[in-house]
């Protein structure tokens, strides 16, 4: 991702989708991949839509404060994670 705007703010939400799938099926993340999360919240875009971002947001918050990390393997948290996931797809059809 790029601070230019070279890319739309559609293409990076597109590409932030995929990483925050990737990090809720293998429940967890590392520095690089937060920072890369992170950078996409702090870019202008010129074709800004808040709405994506904040739904994109939610379902990052709810991954970082509704996981149980310490016993990823519960019920609970495939059900959390399996919701998570569907989010991200409805973010990514209406996106498309």
Do not use: W
Request: net charge negative; proline share 1%; charged share 35%.
């Amino acid at each position: 991702m790029d601070t230019t705007n070279e890319f739309t703010l559609k293409e990076d939400a597109l590409y932030i989708i995929d990483l925050l799938k990737l990090c809720i099926e293998k429940k967890g993340f590392n520095e690089d991949v937060r920072k890369e999360i992170n950078l996409f919240f702090e870019t202008d875009y010129e074709d800004c839509d808040p709405q994506i971002e904040k739904e994109i947001a939610s379902v990052y918050m709810l991954f970082l404060a509704k996981t149980n990390f310490k016993n990823v393997e519960t019920l609970e948290n495939k059900q959390h994670l399996q919701k998570l996931i569907e989010k991200l797809k409805l973010i990514e059809e209406n996106l498309i």
